[in-house]
């Protein structure tokens, strides 16, 4: 078989959108005939490995937990071995946690009507 630098095994997601306060979990799937260096970038940045940002070692996925407004922007994942270098970039998109949906029987239970007094 013919060596072969690094080959994304799936193609990664180009946009990726989580809650404030939630996690993401982004792709990076890489096959290659000699082992590849995997790296992940967030706006030119190279990422480290920490509780809050977690690169797995054998998958490659970056998962982010307790998102920010501030994680939002352009991540990069890069893989390079002596027959080559590829890398794809993904958008993260950080959205505001939506308020509470209440029902209108809970706002105002029967029997507590607004205004509780008689006519006139």
Known sequence: MTPFGPRFHS???KTYS???GGTV???CDVKAMTAANVSWTMNGVRI???????IHKKTHQLRIKRLQP????????????KLG???????????????????ISE????????GGGGGV
């Open 107 to 114: 706002a105002f239970p029967r029997g507590r009507e607004k």
């Open 48 to 54: 480290i490995s920490t509780k809050k940002r977690r």
């Open 70 to 81: 501030s994680d939002a922007g352009v991540y990069r994942c890069e893989a390079i071995n």
């Open 18 to 20: 989580a809650v404030t």
């Open 85 to 103: 270098k590829i890398y794809a970039a993904m958008t993260l998109k950080v959205r505001p946690k939506q308020g509470r949906v209440i029902k």
């Open 25 to 27: 979990k982004m792709r």
């Open 11 to 13: 193609r990664p997601k």
